[in-house]
């Protein structure tokens, strides 16, 4: 995140937008097999939104911020984690 805002003041300049995406545990194929049922649950638990995140959540954000709809925001962080984090 730091990195992120630092980086955005360097280069805000030459019109260069940084943003920063910040999901919780993406859940796939690999990270299925490789973690128990208890461990998955307790990653969701807590979440306003209580289900897995899949890779495709991840889209529509990432989606804004390479569109021109997102040309005037640069050193921000978007949250994309089901309401775990709410600032």
Not at 60 to 78: N, Y
Request: hydrophobic content about 45%; charged content about 15%.
């Amino acid at each position: 995140i730091g990195f992120t805002r630092a980086l955005a003041r360097e280069v805000g300049e030459f019109c260069i937008t940084v943003n920063a995406v910040t999901p919780v545990m993406t859940q796939s194929e690999t990270q299925v097999q490789s973690s128990s049922g208890n461990y998955l649950a307790m990653r969701i638990a807590g979440r306003a939104i209580e289900r897995a995140q899949f890779p495709e959540d991840l889209v529509g954000a990432v989606m804004f911020l390479a569109s021109p709809a997102s040309d005037f925001m640069t050193g921000q962080t978007i949250n994309v984690d089901g309401g775990k984090t709410m600032h």
